[in-house]
């Protein structure tokens, strides 16, 4: 077994040094030679590098990266020559990457349930420091917007689904290890490379555009808020958050991890009929009604630009506005 301390060393790389609970959840998914190679995969590494670094043999080397990369804790890159092992380096990848693991145990989803109701605030605040700009951003129901300009296919999931290459679908790893809001769990939508990566380690499956198309569908129905990359080009996942489980809810100031869409809700009060569909829908409380004939209000300061509001209006008074520029999205 190999000491605490080396554990330790591990959760500190991954940026939460002073965690009690991520060193254990490491202890049970990496053992001594896992551990060594993942200290020595950073940055990028030849096998041949990393058996120099640890002192493991080449071979054996090749048969442990095979098994971390279904572990997820190890990715490969084969951009030129021979491929490059490289370790995970967030707790939020490692989060995402390890709870699908085929081997993990109800002891591992427990840990990772303790560490996201003890520990991930105190991790957040450490990361708020560092964040230049938020690091996911939401995506607004495309359906329901009122733009200027021309709604860009990085500001609608079906969109950007359309022209997609690759399409899986994965469990939500939040609701895995939580899943006390009972929403759909087979829902979080892989695209491009990550659909090609969840597909080779097993942990989703591949889907067609149509059958996407259908879990967004699902996902709004269900009132679930669509959360992206914050960038112009998706290349990674398409999540489909609730309220309880997701941990971008549960950081001290999730304004700072994730930026809005560039839009807001706006009430028609002609159209409104005060019958309060909108306010269980809405994860900011940015909404209320208020006075004798009560009508639906947006707090701008606290509206997201999600739409998930506009879904159930059996009137169609809320829509989206465009509230700032496309330019203000990262590419």
Known sequence: MVEQNFYRELSKLLGAPGSKILPRIIEIIADEKESKILLAAFPAATVSELSDKTRIPQEEIRTLAEIMFFKGLLFSSKKEGEPRYYRVKTVPQFHDSSILWKGATKEFHNLWKEYMEKEWKEFGKVVETFLSQPVVRIIPVGATIESKAEVLAFEDVREIVNKSKSLAVTPCTCR?????????????????????????????????????????????KEGLVHIADNRQNIDHVICNCCRDCCMNWRLPNPHKFVA????????????????????????????????????????????????????????????LKEVRPPETIPA
Do not use: W
Request: charged share 25%.
């Open 260 to 319: 809005p869409s560039r839009f807001r809700a706006l009430v028609n009060p002609e159209e409104c009929i005060g019958c309060q569909t909108c306010l269980d829908r809405c994860f900011f409380n940015a909404i209320s009604m208020e006075g004798d004939d009560p009508k639906a209000r947006i707090d701008p300061e606290r509206c997201v630009g999600c739409g998930v509001c506009t879904i159930p209006c059996p009137t169609e008074a809320i829509t």
């Open 176 to 220: 895995v290890i939580d899943g006390k809001c009972g929403k759909p769990v087979e829902i979080c939508i892989q695209v491009n490379r990550a659909a090609e990566y969840t597909v080779q380690r097993g942990t989703g499956r591949a889907i067609t555009k149509q059958e996407a198309i259908s879990l967004l569908h699902q996902a709004e």
